[in-house]
C-alpha cells in the first residue's frame, strides 16, 4: 500500500524558511523519480521542485527557482523541500508524489506565510 507522509509545514512570516519532508512507502522509492507540488486555496495543484531517481538532477519552475532546493536520501525513503526566503504567494497545502504522479496522494502539509 502507498503511503506518502508529509511533514514540516506551518506559520513563517515572509523571508523566512522551512524544511519539508515526505516519508514515502509501498513502491520502490529509489527507483522512481519525486517531485513537491502545491495547491493554494482556488487554484490548480502545480508542482514546485523535481528530483531525478538518484537525486542528480533537480528542476524548478520559474517562481521557485533559486529559493527552493529539493533532495532526497534513498536509504530513508524520504524526500525534502527546503524552502528559503518565502513569499505570501508560497501559501499552500505541499504535497509529494512520484513523477509522473501516483493516484494515490498523502495529507500534505500547510505551508502559511504571513506577510
Known amino acids: 500500500q502507498v503511503q506518502l507522509v508529509e511533514s514540516g509545514g506551518g506559520l513563517v512570516q515572509a523571508g523566512g524558511s522551512l524544511r519539508l519532508s515526505c516519508a514515502a512507502s509501498?513502491?520502490?522509492?529509489?527507483?522512481?523519480?519525486m517531485a513537491w507540488y502545491r495547491q493554494a486555496p482556488g487554484k490548480q495543484r502545480e508542482l514546485v521542485a523535481y528530483i531525478s531517481s538518484t537525486g542528480l538532477n533537480t528542476n524548478y519552475p520559474d517562481s521557485v527557482k533559486g529559493r527552493f532546493t529539493i533532495s532526497r536520501d534513498n536509504a530513508k525513503n524520504t524526500v525534502y523541500l527546503q524552502m528559503n526566503s518565502l513569499k505570501a504567494e508560497d501559501t499552500a497545502v505541499y504535497y509529494c508524489?512520484?513523477?509522473?504522479?501516483?493516484?494515490?496522494w498523502g495529507q500534505g502539509t500547510q505551508v502559511t506565510v504571513s506577510s
Open positions: 509501498g513502491f520502490t522509492f529509489s527507483i522512481r523519480a
Open positions: 508524489n512520484t513523477v509522473p504522479s501516483m493516484t494515490d
